[in-house]
Structure formats: structure tokens, C-alpha cells
């Protein structure tokens, strides 16, 4: 059982980062040549999609984290462990934060065709996933090294 939950939040961690990886390395600087409606539309319709694959990822990842920590007798694993826990508590934290504020309100925006707003949130999404992005990768350091 101890396989497949790894295996598993090996799979939701990918995903999520993998994800978060094309979008600040390929997709945005890709869509950066179009004019405005099209890459805020764009933008809207790909994070869409995107966040109905990360939000099951991320109850995958909570669900078998909680799973392995405890298997690991929670307090005794090693500091690695208690860094990845912290960490991705706070990428959740963060998603939230992104998914029920500036996603949000984007779509709005977006859906009003209000293009600067739309653009001011996209900027703050940008930075969210940015952050997030970094922290995922000190994770796995932190688990692998510590």
C-alpha cells in the first residue's frame, strides 16, 4: 500500500509541477504576441482546464502525504519530511489564495471583456504559480537531501 501511495503522489507532484513549469516556461511567453482579448481568453480557458487536473492532484497529494507522514510515525521522520509537509501545506495555501481570488477574478474580467483587470490578475496569478513553482522544487530537495 506504501508503493502505491508514493507512486501516487509522485504522479499528483508531476502533474502540479509539470504543469506550473510549462506555463511560466512555455505557454506564457508563447501567448505573449497576442493582443489582449485573445491571450486573456486564452489564458482563462488553459487555466480552466489546467486547474481541474491540479485540484484533484492536490487532494491526491494531501491524502497521501497524510497517509506516508503517518507511516513514517509523523514526528520521528526525517527533517526532509517535516520541510516537504510545511512547504506543501503552504502551496496549498497559495493555490487557494490564487484559485478563489485572482483566477476568479479574471475569468470575471475576462467574461466582461474588462481587459485591463483581467490583465492586472493574470500579472498576480503569474506571480502566485511563480512562487509556487520555486517552493514545489524546494520540496523535493528538501525531501531528497534532508
Known amino acids: 500500500m506504501r508503493n502505491l501511495a ?8 508531476i502533474i502540479w509541477l509539470g504543469g506550473m513549469v510549462f506555463a511560466q516556461f512555455c505557454l506564457r511567453p508563447s501567448v505573449a504576441m497576442l ?17 481541474a487536473i491540479v485540484i484533484p492532484a492536490i487532494v491526491v497529494l494531501l491524502a497521501t502525504g497524510g497517509y506516508l507522514y503517518a507511516g513514517r510515525e ?13 512547504i506543501g ?14 483566477f ?4 470575471a474580467a475576462v467574461a466582461s ?5 483581467a490583465a492586472v ?17 524546494v520540496a523535493v530537495i528538501a525531501v531528497r537531501l534532508f
Open 104 to 107: 476568479r477574478r479574471m475569468k
Open 74 to 86: 509523523g514526528l520521528a521522520a526525517p527533517i526532509g519530511v517535516h520541510l516537504m509537509v510545511g
Open 89 to 102: 501545506i503552504t502551496m496549498c495555501l497559495i493555490f487557494g489564495h490564487l484559485y478563489f481570488g485572482s
Open 121 to 137: 490578475q493574470l500579472g498576480k496569478i503569474r506571480m502566485l504559480v511563480l512562487t509556487n513553482m520555486i517552493l514545489g522544487f
Open 113 to 117: 471583456s474588462n481587459w485591463p483587470v
Open 6 to 13: 508514493l507512486l501516487l503522489h509522485l504522479s499528483a507532484a
Open 35 to 51: 493582443e489582449p482579448p485573445q491571450r486573456l481568453s486564452l489564458m482563462a480557458a488553459t487555466l480552466t482546464r489546467f486547474f
